[in-house]
């Protein structure tokens, strides 16, 4: 079956600019979650959802930073006023929650530049 | 807070045996491993609750010490394809938020 989806798969933006990172994940999975991962670093944690509510949003570094899933399945990153320090590779996973087990099924990743 | 894992690296001849540790200073719930190659996104490998379940691969094995907060995973007559970069996840109670270690990167040679 498809896996976790992201599009785009690379995004090069100007420092100040808006941009929104989409997710597509395994169909029927319940929770989701988006990770940020620098180079040479493991992913970190921003955000986990379960169903259309944000159950955990503790990882988000501030105010600039946002995420929705309006009707359980997509889900959108959005970040405001981007800044360098935000180029990393934004990787969104999913998972199912009813087995009791946690595993999380990984997209590729968008690829966040920001000049 | 994030696990410690080692070694940072390792490089090994095919058929070669290895083991990578992930250590936390707080209690664990489970820990979950995933092998990335570069360019690639995470892939799953094993899970190991709290209590001694655990789910994954076949020819992939951990152990988890709960007394330590301590998982290791072991491989195993290594070929080309362990290649890549490991990653021990954990979480501290039942609230899907997992952390990653840093990442311990294996090479294997023929």
């Known amino acids: 079956g498809a896996g976790v989806s992201q599009t785009p798969s690379n995004k090069v933006t100007e420092k100040g600019k808006y941009v929104e990172l989409r997710c597509d994940p395994i169909s029927g999975h319940t929770a989701l979650y988006w990770y940020r991962q620098s180079l040479g670093q493991g992913p970190e944690f921003l955000i986990y959802?379960?169903?259309?509510?944000?159950?955990?949003d503790s990882g988000l570094p501030n105010d600039r930073f946002f995420a929705v899933r309006p009707e359980g399945s997509v889900s959108t990153l959005k970040i405001q006023r981007t800044e360098r320090g935000d180029s990393a590779v934004y990787l969104c996973?999913?998972?199912?929650?009813?087995?009791?087990?946690?595993?999380?099924?990984f997209g590729p990743g968008t690829r966040l530049t920001v000049l | 807070q994030q696990p410690v894992q080692s070694p940072q690296a390792v490089i090994l001849r095919e058929g070669e045996d290895a083991v990578i540790n992930c250590s936390s200073s707080?209690?664990?719930?489970?820990v979950h491993w995933y092998r990335q190659k570069h360019g690639e996104a995470p892939v799953f490998l094993m899970i190991l609750l709290k209590g001694g379940e655990q789910k994954g691969h076949e020819k992939i094995s951990a152990s988890f010490n709960e007394k330590k907060q301590q998982s290791s995973l072991y491989l195993t007559a290594s070929q080309l394809s362990y290649s890549g970069t490991y990653f021990c996840g954990t979480e501290f109670q039942a609230d899907y938020k997992l952390s990653f270690g840093a990442g311990t990167t294996v090479t294997v040679r023929a």
């Open positions: 996973a999913s998972s199912s929650t009813g087995t009791g087990y946690n595993e999380q099924f």
């Open positions: 959802f379960q169903g259309t509510g944000a159950a955990d």
């Open positions: 707080k209690a664990l719930y489970s």
